[in-house]
């Protein structure tokens, strides 16, 4: 079972630049989420989604776009990279209802804005 | 505003010495209460859900209790493998649901 899958794990972009985050979960869940993680912050919410064609804002969406085109996929934009935006990123997904509500996460994707 | 505050920060044990982890919460509506661990370099891994206040679950020397304000993650006789920084998260209702993270707390385990 693959679980969450996040691409890529590394990535180093120079101020300015874009990119995309790719979230992939093959567990048929509604939600999905997109956190980041810096020292002493712990990890913040940037954006969710309850379904597919559905976004919300998180904690910290300022600097990011995200799309779920697919029930599977959940996409992160960043449209014009600022080192502040250096961070470890992940990416969840869960159940809607029911009795598991746990979130699942991927393995991170390690982002360094120069 | 949601909140989740766990405590301590960090913890320091010696093989064997068993200790608890706190996480308080302040929530509009819970619909579940979640330990993850996480080892360095690692996304979260996850442990337990407890959804209402008397619930309790384990697994191996890991113990986790509820409260109406309050969970608990009792550590009995730990391992030096048990060193990780262990996040408590809420998800909440009323509208958005979100999944809320603490801070987590690093325990370290010394043989």
């Known amino acids: 079972n693959a679980g969450v899958t996040q691409t890529p794990k590394f990535r180093v972009l120079k101020t300015g630049q874009s990119m995309t985050l790719l979230c992939a979960q093959d567990?048929?869940?509604?939600?999905m989420y997109w956190y980041r993680q810096d020292p002493g912050m712990g990890l913040r919410l940037i954006h969710y989604?309850?379904?597919?064609?559905?976004?919300a804002k998180g904690e910290v969406p300022d600097g990011y776009n995200v799309s779920r085109l697919k029930k599977q996929n959940f996409l992160l934009g960043l449209e014009s990279a600022a080192p502040s935006q250096t961070s470890v990123y992940f990416c969840?997904?869960?159940?809607?209802?029911?009795?598991?509500?746990?979130?699942?996460f991927g393995q991170g994707t390690r982002l360094t804005v120069v | 505003e949601d909140q989740v505050t766990q405590s301590p920060e960090a913890l320091r044990l010696q093989e064997g010495e068993s200790s608890s982890l706190n996480c308080s919460y302040t929530?509009?509506?819970?619909?579940?209460l979640f330990w993850y661990r996480q080892d360095p370099g690692k996304g979260p891994e996850f442990l337990f859900t407890?959804?209402?206040a008397g619930e309790e679950k384990e697994k191996e020397r890991l113990k986790a209790t509820l409260t109406k304000k309050e969970s608990f993650l009792h550590i009995t006789a730990p391992k030096p493998e048990d060193s990780a920084t262990y996040l408590c998260?809420?998800?909440?209702?009323?509208?958005?649901?979100?999944?809320?993270f603490g801070k987590g707390t690093k325990l370290t385990v010394n043989p």
């Open positions: 998260a809420v998800r909440t209702q009323g509208g958005s649901e979100k999944l809320v």
């Open positions: 407890l959804y209402s």
């Open positions: 929530v509009s509506g819970l619909r579940g």
């Open positions: 567990m048929n869940h509604e939600y």
């Open positions: 969840a997904s869960s159940y809607r209802w029911g009795q598991r509500l746990e979130a699942f």
């Open positions: 989604s309850v379904g597919e064609g559905t976004t």
